[in-house]
């Protein structure tokens, strides 16, 4: 089968790769329908192996060489020994997060914790692939409202909406949302789901702005021509936001956060950052603000499909690009020029 194929920094290859072969307990094989590029691969990619296993996962035996690929869904072609709930032409969003569901964390529903986890399209087989082979407790079913595309992007609303439970926010809470790239227009959408009366977005590409405006966005604001900080407490009479979900990765993004939350008011780092950086935290403890982070999923997308199949979310407007797996390699060696004007691509099989 071709696949898109990670042998270490700098080195994405479009190429033959092994078809998975008989499937183990509790495995199902999926032909991939979408898949979605996303900027951790890119980072894994330039920056790796940093999540990719380049000696034998304890769990699953892989290494490098490896598919990419967590955002995806597909049919199921074949179940293994010992499946249950999920039968063969079933449509499916798969959750990345191949964990016990035995451990302290797991029985949590904090699977991103599981000491045991392999995530798929890091430390197993992804979907930058025709084909792959996941675990079934992996797999979501999705009704036929909900399209193979919106079922790919399960996976980072499910990292929005964890972050959204994180916080613990009230309803009727006037939140900011600190960047419009596909992680930030999520949390946008899913903290109207949930009850948010105002989400105001920062953003300092112009292209991500009017996108941000289009998924209702309260209000938008360029960090770099405007501070935001004065305009959003003057905008509703108050005293900052009640929560900030940091959404950029960036140094001056966080420091913007704690600027415009209010005294006692939430931040939630939702972003990964490149690198260690300063921070002043006497402003954070004079203030007592809250820090929450958020790493992923536990149990969201049960809620996130139903969400989608009556339309509380919206997945399929987030792509701005679709790619066949041939052109994708390119796109992900070159990411930096996809994120200038694109707020989503993705390969549809």
Known sequence: ?????????????????????????????????????????????????????????????????????????????????GVTGIR????????????????????????????????????????????????????????????????????????????????????????????AGTLGL????????????????????ATKRRRAADFGATSVWDPVQQDPA?????AGGEIGVDAVFECAGAAPALDMAFRIARPAAVVCIVAIYPGPFEFNWNGVLAAEQRVVTSLAYGDEYPAVIAMLADGRLKADALVTEVLPLSAACKRLLNFEELGRESVKAQIEL
């Open 230 to 234: 004065d305009g959003l407490r003057s």
């Open 1 to 81: 089968m071709k696949a898109l194929v990670y042998h270490g920094r700098n080195d994405l290859r479009y190429e033959d790769f092994a078809e998975p072969g008989r499937l183990a307990e509790g495995e199902v094989r999926i032909r991939v329908r979408a898949s979605g590029l996303c900027h951790t691969d890119f980072n894994e990619i330039r920056n790796g192996p940093l999540y990719v296993s380049a000696t034998p996962h304890a769990r699953t035996g892989r290494s490098i060489p490896l598919v990419l690929g967590h955002e995806f869904s597909g049919d199921v072609l074949e179940t293994g020994p």
């Open 88 to 179: 063969s032409g079933d449509r499916v969003a798969v959750n990345a997060i191949d964990a016990c569901r035995n451990c302290f964390f797991c029985r949590r529903s904090l699977y991103a914790l599981c000491p045991s986890a392999a995530y798929i399209g890091f430390g197993r087989d992804g979907g930058y692939a025709e084909m792959a082979v996941v675990p079934a407790q992996c797999c979501y079913p999705l009704p036929a409202q909900v399209s193979y595309r919106a079922g790919s992007l399960v996976e980072p609303l499910s990292v929005a909406l964890h972050a959204v439970h994180n916080t613990g926010l009230e309803i009727g809470s006037r939140v900011a949302v600190i960047g």
């Open 186 to 205: 999520c949390t946008l959408q899913c903290l109207f789901a949930t009850g948010s009366r105002e989400v105001h977005v920062l953003e300092t590409s």
